[in-house]
């Protein structure tokens, strides 16, 4: 070691020590104006809107933009998603219910979503969370919509058709699941396995391989599964981080699921439409009636106007025994004139069209 290194050291820790302080002084000077923001907006109207997901999706994107590294830029996103959580709690703090319970991926999502500043509380179901959601008794709620490895949450999409809510944002959340035991059982003596149905579903190959002899009972959500391992012998749990950390339980396998690009897409429900952020996306529910041409005619307009449709799925109409409804993303946002001009097009030749929402790509 040479005889410069302890001064080098001395010296970059000092400079570590003014920006640290330059960033203290930073942050609450961002804090002060985010509390100006909120004392103009309630001056200007009452029941005035703090949050606003377009405005925080551009601010992300545009620190993405800057971002030189050496962090990364998701990372950069991450740690002022996290500022502005904390800002907005000073404006109005924000309460979101989510699809419970505790350590669920649905609350990871929420916390990724709206930081760690937000008021969330876990429901016991998807109705729930609309419930609380139109009552008024949240801002906002945070439901999964589809599996990249086992598809569409049917439920979620039913309670679209009976609530006037709209989609103010998504999430976007990268699913690992892990083989969790307490401390009293041993990985040689694992004879039934808890977990979520769909989580058997996504871990099917590595149980077949690994555990091909043990139990499987489904429970409610994988937090459940977490908890009743906690104290059982010879059990073990299929669950997340969030899961993990909660219960106190040991990983006897990690990220066991048989995809590796295995994902959950996460829809924030609220009562605002969300104006353009410059990356939106639209999702749409479409009634047709059951003629011939009927699918062809719905998505021609979309075609024809090169509209970059992500997703269409398709469920029975409860206000007819041969009618069907269309679910259907699509890039863009409904204020835009090529959008509009085919949400016209598509009222035109359809029985019912409901907007569901406009509102950003997930950044995140």
Same mark, same amino acid.
């Not at 039934?192 to 149980?207: D, E, G, N, V």
């Given at each position: 070691?040479?005889?410069?290194?302890?001064?080098?050291?001395?010296?970059?820790?000092?400079?570590?020590?003014?920006?640290?302080?330059?960033?203290?002084?930073?942050?609450?000077?961002?804090?002060?104006?985010?509390?100006?923001?909120?004392?103009?907006? %309630?001056? @200007?109207?009452? &029941?005035?809107?703090?949050?606003?997901?377009?405005?925080?999706?551009?601010?992300?994107?545009? *620190?993405?933009?800057?971002?030189? &590294?050496?962090?990364?830029?998701?990372?950069?996103?991450?740690?002022?998603?996290?500022?502005?959580?904390?800002?907005? @709690?000073?404006?109005?703090?924000?309460?979101?219910?989510?699809?419970?319970?505790?350590?669920?991926?649905?609350?990871?999502?929420?916390?990724?979503?709206?930081?760690?500043?937000?008021?969330?509380?876990?429901?016991?179901? #998807?109705?729930?969370?609309?419930?609380?959601?139109?009552?008024?008794?949240?801002?906002?709620?945070?439901?999964?919509?589809?599996?990249?490895?086992?598809?569409?949450?049917?439920? %979620?999409?039913?309670?679209?058709?009976?609530?006037?809510?709209?989609?103010?944002?998504?999430?976007?959340?990268?699913?690992?699941?892990?083989?969790?035991?307490?401390?009293?059982?041993?990985?040689?003596?694992?004879?039934? *396995?808890?977990?979520?149905?769909?989580?058997?579903?996504?871990?099917? !190959?590595?149980?077949?391989?690994?555990?091909?002899?043990?139990?499987?009972?489904?429970?409610?959500?994988?937090?459940?599964?977490?908890?009743?391992?906690? %104290?059982?012998?010879?059990?073990?749990?299929?669950?997340?981080?969030?899961?993990?950390?909660?219960?106190?339980?040991?990983?006897?396998?990690?990220?066991?699921?048989?995809?590796?690009?295995?994902?959950?897409?996460?829809? *924030?429900?609220?009562?605002?439409?969300?104006?353009?952020?410059?990356?939106? !996306? %639209?999702? #749409?529910?479409?009634?047709?009636?059951?003629?011939?041409?009927?699918?062809?005619?719905?998505?021609?307009?979309?075609?024809?106007?090169?509209?970059?449709?992500?997703?269409?799925?398709?469920?029975?109409?409860?206000?007819?025994?041969?009618?069907?409804?269309?679910? #259907?993303?699509?890039?863009?946002?409904?204020?835009?004139?090529?959008?509009?001009?085919?949400?016209?097009?598509?009222?035109?030749?359809?029985?019912?069209?409901?907007?569901?929402?406009?509102?950003?790509?997930?950044?995140?």
């Amino acid at each position: 070691m040479s005889d410069t290194t302890p001064i080098d050291l001395e010296a970059l820790r000092d400079r570590i020590d003014e920006l640290d302080s330059q960033l203290l002084m930073l942050m609450n000077e961002r804090a002060e104006c985010a509390q100006r923001v909120a004392q103009v907006k %309630t001056a @200007a109207a009452a &029941g005035a809107v703090f949050y606003r997901p377009e405005r925080e999706a551009q601010v992300l994107r545009r *620190i993405m933009a800057l971002n030189k &590294g050496p962090l990364d830029s998701e990372e950069v996103a991450r740690l002022f998603r996290e500022l502005m959580s904390a800002c907005l @709690a000073l404006e109005q703090p924000i309460k979101v219910a989510y699809l419970g319970p505790e350590g669920t991926f649905t609350q990871q999502a929420t916390l990724k979503h709206f930081g760690e500043s937000a008021v969330s509380l876990p429901m016991a179901a #998807i109705d729930e969370v609309f419930r609380e959601v139109e009552a008024g008794a949240v801002n906002y709620g945070v439901v999964p919509v589809e599996n990249s490895t086992e598809g569409v949450i049917n439920h %979620t999409l039913d309670s679209f058709m009976d609530s006037g809510l709209r989609i103010c944002g998504e999430v976007v959340l990268r699913i690992h699941h892990h083989l969790l035991v307490g401390e009293t059982t041993r990985q040689d003596k694992v004879t039934r *396995i808890y977990s979520h149905p769909q989580s058997f579903a996504q871990c099917r !190959k590595w149980l077949d391989a690994h555990y091909p002899q043990a139990e499987r009972v489904p429970v409610s959500s994988n937090a459940e599964a977490a908890r009743l391992v906690k %104290t059982e012998w010879h059990s073990a749990a299929i669950a997340g981080d969030m899961s993990a950390k909660l219960y106190g339980l040991t990983r006897l396998a990690e990220k066991i699921e048989d995809r590796p690009d295995n994902s959950t897409r996460f829809l *924030i429900i609220g009562n605002q439409d969300v104006p353009m952020s410059g990356e939106d !996306k %639209t999702s #749409i529910v479409v009634a047709m009636r059951n003629q011939p041409g009927a699918l062809h005619d719905l998505l021609e307009p979309f075609h024809r106007h090169q509209i970059d449709m992500t997703r269409l799925e398709t469920r029975p109409s409860r206000s007819g025994v041969w009618n069907y409804v269309f679910f #259907i993303d699509f890039k863009g946002h409904r204020d835009e004139p090529r959008v509009a001009a085919v949400l016209e097009e598509v009222r035109l030749r359809a029985a019912e069209v409901k907007v569901l929402g406009s509102y950003p790509v997930g950044v995140l």
